[in-house]
């Protein structure tokens, strides 16, 4: 069977599997920044986002993302208020992205076995049901896509010196860029990704080309981005940065998220945690010395994925450094196993109970994210309380008005008279309740039907 039908059949499964778990999830309406940005664009609206801020209404975060506005045009005028199509959209994208993905990890010389532990953990994780279920991070998948086919394109070009490949590389690398400031890591990834993996300096220069161009793709749009935009945003390092990067490092290591609340959240965290712990201490002792060196060369391009934390940390941005260090893994589980069945000195029952423990180890990752995604659909129900006051925000024009297609702001405003939310002040006074409520051993419920959930959809 051919590599990519191979890739396409595992993430099919994977992805019908996840959406008849969250079927429920795909009529839930729109979400917060969802109001102004899933909609259809004028042409001028359109035109303005390549010389200034993406978003009209100049709410959202300043940057350079004209490619996102013709994406969410796209959804706007193809899916409307149909929240299910919009949401099955969403998968759509996940799934192109894991095929892109799962395509490149082959090439690179995983297995297919280790490629199905990459994609249960991914899809059982946190950060996962975060992206899925926000319609408007669609751009960021998009972004993820981009990055997906030009580390591919990059590989081929490096292989086989082909030009049509290192123009590709040029367009997807751009159209990425444009997406989201994501690609900002590229040239350092990419030529770490190719030593790591191939061990082989024989096409040294076309290594160093394909990653000077990503450079100057960069450089262009760090000038152009920082030329048009006020108020652009820079990495400003302190110790409140340094923190979110380590933390954003921490999160991507644990499905379940690094935060935990509760005794059953925290056991199954240190049980991951203590899992990892034994297996790498025997993967770094008895394993061969090359796959160490690609275990470490993954966990530094973890690390590098990681930096854009320190311009602003988001639990639903580190989709790349937690597919890294989910292939970290991967080569450790695969490494371990091989040589547990190379020691003569085991007997069989000694490396049945290891490999036993071994699935049972990562069976606990795997309910532990997809724990963490169930308290992720909750925190997005219509009746919890932060997502009502974050509704409401842009329902009444807090802190400046939005661009809301009519018939979605009377959908959200009737939903929110329905839980007594019926003005702007309604909403401070939400909000305000919300900061003085206490932590997880509270009372959760509130007035009118609203409740607080276990988890914030924007902590980790």
Not at 1 to 8: G, S
Not at 19 to 48: C, N, Q
């Amino acid at each position: 069977m051919p590599r990519i039908t191979r890739v396409a059949a595992l993430t099919g499964v994977l992805l019908l599997t996840w959406s008849a778990v969250f079927a429920s999830t795909f009529k839930y309406p729109f979400y917060w920044d969802d109001f102004h940005l899933i909609r259809s664009y004028s042409g001028s609206e359109i035109r303005s986002a390549f010389h200034a801020v993406a978003d009209p209404d100049r709410i959202e975060t300043p940057g350079l993302r004209p490619c996102s506005i013709f994406l969410f045009n796209f959804q706007g005028s193809s899916f409307g208020e149909n929240v299910i199509a919009q949401r099955v959209f969403m998968v759509v994208l996940m799934g192109i992205f894991m095929i892109a993905v799962g395509t490149l990890l082959l090439e690179l010389g995983l297995s297919f076995v280790q490629l199905n532990i990459v994609f249960l953990l991914f899809v059982s994780s946190r950060v996962f049901a975060s992206l899925v279920l926000w319609i408007s991070l669609s751009h960021l998948i998009l972004a993820y896509i981009w990055i997906g086919l030009t580390t591919y394109l990059f590989v081929l070009w490096a292989k086989r010196g082909r030009w049509l490949f290192f123009l590709l590389m040029v367009i997807t690398a751009t159209l990425g860029t444009f997406t989201r400031e994501e690609t900002y890591t590229l040239p350092i990834v990419l030529p770490l990704l190719w030593l790591i993996c191939f061990f082989d300096q024989a096409p040294l220069r076309r290594v160093i080309a394909g990653a000077l161009i990503l450079l100057a793709i960069v450089c262009f749009h760090y000038w152009l981005w920082h030329f048009l935009v006020p108020d652009a945003l820079s990495p400003k390092l302190n110790f409140g940065t340094v923190k979110r990067f380590l933390t954003s490092i921490a999160a991507s290591w644990l499905p379940h998220g690094y935060q935990m609340l509760g005794f059953a959240d925290t056991l199954l965290g240190f049980l991951w945690i203590g899992f990892l712990s034994v297996v790498v201490w025997a993967f770094v002792k008895f394993g061969r010395q090359r796959v160490r060196w690609q275990f470490l060369g993954a966990c530094g391009v973890g690390i590098l994925l990681c930096l854009p934390a320190l311009a602003i940390a988001r639990p639903f941005g580190i989709a790349l450094p937690t597919l890294a260090f989910a292939t970290a893994t991967s080569i450790v589980l695969g490494e371990t196993y091989i040589q547990i069945q190379s020691w003569s000195q085991f007997r069989e029952w000694q490396r049945g109970a290891m490999i036993g423990g071994m699935i049972l180890g990562f069976a606990a990752g795997i309910y532990g994210g997809t724990q963490r995604s169930f308290y992720v659909a909750q925190s997005l129900r219509p009746d919890c309380a932060l997502r009502a006051a974050r509704d409401g925000e842009f329902l009444f024009d807090l802190p400046r008005p939005a661009t809301i297609p009519p018939r979605r702001r009377q959908a959200g405003l009737a939903r929110m008279e329905s839980f007594g939310i019926y003005s702007a002040d309604d909403v401070l006074r939400l909000e305000r309740t919300l900061k003085n409520t206490g932590g997880p051993d509270q009372p959760k419920q509130l007035e009118h039907g609203l409740f607080v959930s276990k988890y914030e959809y924007l902590s980790f």
